[in-house]
Nanobody
Framework: QVQLVESGGGLVQPGGSLTLSCAVS????????MGWYRQSPVIQRELVAR???????NYADSVKGRFTISRDNAKNTVYLQMNSLKPEDTAVYYC??????????WGQGTQVTVSS
């Protein structure tokens, strides 16, 4: 059974920080590159960060230097530490494998709102 459960979102002021968590079913977590995506009425779903099983990470230019993706292999959990948040980071954030494929299951996501 596929499990992708995102949490940790909320309302934060510009410049603030949040840490997102995603509990992932082991079959996916141990097999695939994992990533964080975001989507809003303004942003089509975009990949913001990914992490390989080796620990290598990549980031979209828009979040580089502000966001950090990590994974806890013992807990099958992926994290996204977000610092220096901007209003344009407002979106629903999802985790999933990278690349995602048509027909993939998506969790409910977690809403991040950056506003004063």
């Amino acid at each position: 059974q596929v499990q992708l459960v995102e949490s940790g979102g909320g309302l934060v002021q510009p410049g603030g920080s949040l840490t997102l968590s995603c509990a992932v079913s082991k079959s996916i977590f141990s097999t695939y590159v994992m990533g964080w995506y975001r989507q809003s009425p303004v942003i089509q779903r975009e990949l913001v960060a990914r992490i390989f099983n080796s620990g290598i990470t990549n980031y979209a230019d828009s979040v580089k230097g502000r966001f950090t993706i990590s994974r806890d292999n013992a807990k099958n959990t992926v994290y996204l530490q977000m610092n220096s948040l901007k209003p344009e980071d407002t979106a629903v954030y999802y985790c999933n494998r990278v690349p995602s494929l048509a027909g993939d299951y998506w969790g409910q996501g977690t809403q991040v709102t950056v506003s004063s």
